[in-house]
């Protein structure tokens, strides 16, 4: 590994053209783990006639719903519609609030705007970088109808006290679960318990449907709500009966997606168990004195709830001559890639043109501008994880400011 030079920031600006390490594979961020089995699962449905949603779609939902403890789970192409399905079933629109994190995937707080009503966002904890809990009593007005949290990298938020103040207040509750599939708080599964809960299935998860997501539901009445809003709020009875009530969209998953994700659930115990283990491995490199020093902060070391979707470190901003940017160009110049997740979401443009601005979250935006997904997924190894820490500590190293 080439020992990064303290660059001038004209170098710093073409780093990122540098060539990988001859000899060393380029190593993602993520990258899903599809077995044979899967990809010959996957022809059979494309050599059956019955592409779109069928058989498949149920099979999945049934083992989704064994696997959620027997609530009912439908199946979507995507998470993203799963909140919003879940927000229009809690009858969630126009002059309503709804209290989120602003450190996620924008599709958190989008989904709120999509249904006409107000998100109202409440800073992360810098240590678990989920929303915190302890000031979202002060944000609830008579406006207040859900709270919409975020299990940030697999984390799961503190279920006791969430449904402490959604009890408290009489609020519905959405649990931005898409990172958080195969996590568990006290001891049962996230999906298992709560109100809605919502999944994702995108590659980047740690089971996929190549895109997809499910939503777990409270009862066969709502599970009735979601089909139709699944598919043009569309209701069959018999051969030829057809009725629409609502305005549905066109969300449903097809039996190509489907029969990946069947491929999948099987491994997701074994998936989590191996994101922990290289985990801990991090630790075990990142948490000594000289990389201590560097500054970098490290995620809680949960290894008992959480299923490490990410492993985020946030960078000492403060401590360093180079931007995240650089530090990243410079990784990806010796083969290693990593991601951010995520800018603080009320820092984008719509977000300001509806009000909020700088300073508004303070931990959120540092996070936001600071924080680092490193490369972890199942197929990875200890050799990587010695790389990626060895190649981060010197870039670190070499950009601290004097
Ligand atoms: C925290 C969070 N919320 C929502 C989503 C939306 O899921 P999808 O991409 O499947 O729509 C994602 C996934 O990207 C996510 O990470």
Not at 313 to 327: F, G, H, N, Q, S
Request: charged letters at 20%; one cysteine or more; a neutral charge.
């Amino acid at each position: 590994m080439p020992t990064p030079a303290r660059p001038e920031p004209a170098e710093r600006a073409s780093s990122s053209a540098a060539p990988v390490k001859p000899g060393a594979p380029y190593l993602p961020f993520t990258r899903p783990t599809i077995d044979d089995e899967t990809i010959a699962g996957v022809a059979e449905v494309l050599r059956s006639g019955w592409l779109t949603s069928g058989p498949k779609v149920k099979e999945f939902e049934a083992r989704l719903s064994e696997y959620c403890g027997g609530r009912p789970v439908r199946a979507f192409n995507s998470g993203t519609c799963t909140m919003e399905i879940a927000l229009r079933i809690a009858g969630i629109g126009p002059g309503h609030e709804v209290i989120t994190t602003p450190l996620s995937w924008v599709a958190t707080s989008n989904v709120i705007l999509a249904v006409g009503a107000k998100p109202v966002f409440v800073d992360i904890d810098p240590r678990t970088r989920n929303i915190d809990l302890k000031q979202v009593e002060a944000k609830i007005t008579p406006n207040t109808r859900a709270i919409l949290p975020v299990d940030l990298a697999g984390l799961p938020v503190d279920r006791d006290y969430l449904y402490a103040i959604s009890k408290k207040y009489q609020l519905r509750t959405i649990e931005d679960a898409a990172q958080s599939f195969g996590s568990t708080w006290k001891g049962k599964r996230i999906g298992a318990t709560g109100d809605f809960v919502s999944f994702s299935f995108h590659p980047n998860k740690n089971i996929t449907t190549i895109e997809g997501g499910c939503l777990v539901l409270n009862d066969e009445k709502e599970a009735k709500l979601a089909e139709q809003y699944r598919l043009q709020g569309v209701v069959r009875t018999g051969n030829d009966g057809m009725e629409v009530s609502l305005v549905g969209g066109k969300f449903n998953l097809t039996d190509v997606a489907a029969r990946v994700g069947l491929g999948q659930l099987p491994h997701l115990d074994e998936f989590t168990a191996k994101r922990r283990e290289l985990a801990r491995i991090y630790f075990e490199l990142l948490d000594t004195p000289a990389n201590r020093a560097l500054g970098l902060r490290l995620p809680p070391p949960d290894f008992t709830q959480g299923n490490w979707h990410m492993f985020q470190v946030i960078l000492p901003e403060e401590k360093l001559i180079a931007a995240r940017t650089d530090i990243m160009a410079w990784l990806h110049s010796v083969g290693i890639g990593t991601g951010v997740h995520y800018p603080a979401i009320h820092l984008f443009a719509l977000y300001r043109k509806l009000g909020w601005t700088d300073g508004d979250f303070p931990h959120a935006e540092y996070a936001g501008r600071n924080i680092l997904t490193l490369p972890l997924f199942p197929a990875m190894a200890r050799a990587d994880v010695v790389r990626v820490v060895e190649a981060l500590s010197a870039v670190i190293e070499a950009h601290l400011k004097p």
